[in-house]
């Protein structure tokens, strides 16, 4: 069974992303926030990785950089989770190694397209 990994300091949103993941036979991990998600990146090795851009210790791209400057992340799927489309933060994202952004609130439809882009289903 393929995992993903979803971070998101939003417990709403995070229940929301879950519920969505539930229809499909993935294993589903989830972090509160940027370390909790680096410490179960490590633990998990997902292969795909979900991350809020807003968290309150690291943000979404402080985790891909971070991620990205170890071997086993370099082709992992990272992808931004954000409610802002501001030039500066996907600029921090695309800096940051991150390979796409999915915008809040995920619509059903995007969330499938994703996870079919990187066959996760």
């Known amino acids: 069974m393929k995992t993903i990994l979803i971070a998101d300091d939003d417990f709403i949103s995070l229940e929301v992303l879950k519920a969505m993941l539930a229809s499909y036979s993935l294993k589903v991990v989830s972090a509160i926030n940027g370390t909790e998600a680096l410490a179960l990146a490590q633990a998990e090795q997902p292969q ?18 971070k991620l990205r400057q170890q071997e086993a992340f370099n082709k992992t799927p990272i992808v931004a989770l954000t409610g802002h489309q501001s030039s500066t933060q996907l600029d921090h994202c695309r800096d940051a190694g991150m390979n796409e952004t999915l915008h809040k609130p995920v619509a059903p439809d995007a969330l499938t397209q994703l996870l079919e882009t990187y066959n996760m289903i």
């Open 48 to 65: 795909l990785i979900i991350l809020d851009y807003e968290m309150d210790d690291l943000t979404g791209a402080e985790v891909c950089s």
